[in-house]
């Protein structure tokens, strides 16, 4: 499984548990959790952009979201 595949799972697993049928990026938080370099552990956001990516590559409907006035 690569890791796009892995978000993409993630992601199907955690809209599946949700109240919601339109999942808005701005309530879902997204870290992967790998080694760097030096064989330390590091955790990396997912940014809320990136998620809006991810859902809509997994087929799963987005919100449209309100700006302020």
């Known amino acids: 499984m690569t890791l796009e595949e ?3 799972f993630a992601l199907k697993a955690l809209v599946k548990t949700m109240e919601t049928t339109t999942p808005s990026a701005k309530k879902i938080e ?3 959790v790998n ?3 030096a064989e330390e552990i590091q955790g990396v956001n997912i940014s809320e952009e990136r998620i809006k990516e991810l859902l809509k590559a997994n087929g799963l ?3 449209e979201e309100v700006k302020d006035q």
């Open 6 to 8: 892995g978000y993409g």
């Open 30 to 32: 997204l870290v992967s």
């Open 35 to 37: 080694f760097n370099m």
């Open 61 to 63: 409907t987005v919100a």
